[in-house]
């Protein structure tokens, strides 16, 4: 059981460029989120996926897109970086009222 | 709207003193609350429930609705409990939205 699974790890982009976090769980949930987390902020909510075949915005989604690819996958795409989007970027998912369980996180650097 | 306040970034203790880690909530209707922990560099963990009523590494926390609080309490603070903590809110039943505060670092000083 490998849990909740984030690809990359680590990414630097230049303003501008595209890029698309991917992020996967076996433990058969319902739902799952992306967050990006800075310091002095904690962890904002930038979209979330309640089932299969839904998303919808969270706190933060400007400058961001999401797919539900299917009931474990679930990615995260920024369509043109910048700086501000500079941040540790994590995915979760949650079955009922047991909690959310966090991926590894990426840790994006836009130049 | 629901809100989760953690008013201290930083809390910083001895070994062996006691710790607590405020948690105020705002919320209309029965909320589930949740404290997570991330030690340096890793990923945000699970550290309890309110529902659970349970003790995780000699960690407590009691929901007070009267005073909408959900405070984090250990008796003697240990070394490795240095991290970031987090409280985070919930409604009850179906999916429902998660609402995180801001975190407190809690520093043990040896």
């Known amino acids: 059981n490998a849990g909740v699974t984030q690809t990359p790890k680590f990414q630097v982009l230049k303003t501008g460029q595209s890029m698309t976090l991917q992020c996967a769980q076996d433990?058969?949930?319902?739902?799952m989120y992306w967050y990006r987390q800075d310091p002095g902020m904690g962890l904002r909510l930038i979209y979330y996926?309640?089932?299969?075949?839904?998303?919808d915005k969270g706190e933060v989604p400007n400058g961001y897109n999401v797919s539900r690819l299917n009931k474990r996958e679930f990615s995260l795409r920024l369509e043109s970086a910048a700086p501000s989007q500079t941040s540790v970027y994590f995915c979760?998912?949650?079955?009922?009222?047991?909690?959310?369980?966090f991926g590894p996180g990426t840790r994006l650097t836009v130049l | 709207a629901q809100r989760v306040t953690q008013p201290e970034k930083l809390l910083s203790v001895f070994k062996g003193a006691p710790v607590e880690l405020k948690c105020n909530y705002s919320?209309?209707?029965?909320?589930?609350l949740f404290w997570y922990v991330q030690y340096s560099r890793q990923r945000l963990q699970l550290l309890l429930r309110?529902?659970s009523r349970e003790s995780i590494k000699g960690f407590t926390a009691d929901l007070n609705k009267g005073e909408t609080s959900f405070h984090l309490k250990k008796p003697f603070a240990q070394e490795e409990d240095s991290a970031m903590y987090y409280c985070?809110?919930?409604?009850?039943?179906?999916?429902?939205?998660?609402?995180f505060g801001i975190g407190t670092k809690l520093q043990v000083i040896p």
């Open positions: 433990m058969n949930h319902n739902s």
């Open positions: 919320y209309s209707g029965s909320p589930e």
């Open positions: 309110h529902i």
């Open positions: 979760a998912s949650s079955e009922g009222p047991a909690g959310q369980f």
């Open positions: 996926s309640a089932s299969e075949g839904t998303t």
């Open positions: 985070a809110l919930s409604g009850q039943g179906g999916y429902q939205k998660v609402t």
